[in-house]
């Protein structure tokens, strides 16, 4: 139920809505601002469904026909915009304005509209819309939402209740992983490179974060005991992976430093290879931050170096200094 993972996600959010639906007291217009992936889009249909839900306990059931129907994009009295890379055109608006002008079809008789990427309203659809912002009827609501509040009309922000929507959190996003059958390792890493969980199982089984994953435990397991023998392995394995040289070394570098992080925070790991590489470090003479820039210099030299294998070399280059 995405209720639940919404009082987990962004408990704020939550609440308010909780307390708004509970005491009737809605705003007819909200404002939902957030980055991308901190489920802005997901709320705004709990919302409109708990406005109609046939068995709602404060927000919706989200099992009713009702519920499902509008998940499916098929309730006729709510209208959704979702344009991802156009500008929102003034005929598009229009439309919702005469669907809206008339009396609400199905028997809940609440109209509700999502206007998804709602800086992309063109300044005459923003216009347009003014009217119903000002002289909101009863049973209408609006629900707009942005990812830059920046380039959002300042009528619709005075006019709205805003919601803010904070980035989700990795423990958040290490538990999904979990459920989702991912190994410890890798969802601790996971839950640190990426910002939706639409990207965790990609990304769990994308072949250059795997090898990233064995190079960087190899080569730091031979990194705390013998230093020289490292390095020839990194550039042996490095140079014997041609085929997405640049997204392994990527990975590498990445987790290498998240390693880094980790050690400085006494991070304890499920994993056995990974706590043992922490204790290990721990015990040897580690000079995290040398080792720490010299990771950091080669990550940002990445998009720009012409030659993988090169970097790689700069990068030892730089760790036999430290
Ligand atoms: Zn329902």
Known sequence: ??????????????????????????SHCYLFVGDKGTHKLETSYLLAQSLVCENKDVFACE????????????????????????NIKVELIENLQQRFDKTALEKAGKKIFIINNCEKLTTKAAN??????????KNTT???????????????????????????NKEYFFK????????????????????REIDIVPLSKNKSFTKGIEIFCEFMQKF??????????????????????????????????LFI???????ESEDDT????????????????????AFIDSRTSLNKAANGLLLIDQLIYKLLEV
């Open 261 to 267: 992080q980790d050690y400085l925070n006494d991070f």
């Open 224 to 257: 705390l005991i013998d230093r020289k023998d490292s390095y020839f392995y990194l550039q042996n394995s490095i140079a014997n992976n041609k085929k997405n040289q640049r997204d392994i070394i990527k990975f590498f570098l990445d987790i290498s430093l």
């Open 142 to 168: 609006g629900i707009f939402i942005t990812t830059q509040v920046d380039g959002v009309l300042p009528t619709i922000v005075s006019r709205s209740q805003t919601l803010n929507f904070k980035p989700l």
């Open 176 to 195: 999904f992983a979990l459920e989702k059958n991912i190994d410890s390792l890798s969802a601790h890493l996971i839950s640190a490179f990426v910002s």
């Open 274 to 293: 990974y706590s043992n590489l922490l204790k290990l470090a721990k015990k040897s003479n580690f000079n995290h931050s040398g080792i720490m820039n």
């Open 63 to 86: 099992k009713c026909a009702s519920c499902r129907r509008m998940k499916e994009n098929n309730y006729v009295d709510l209208i959704c915009i979702d344009e991802e890379d156009k």
């Open 128 to 137: 347009s819309l003014l009217k119903f912002i000002e002289e909101p009827s």
């Open 1 to 26: 139920m995405f209720r639940e993972i919404l009082e987990t996600t962004q408990p704020v959010v939550y609440q308010t809505l909780k307390n708004a639906l509970e005491s009737e007291h809605l």
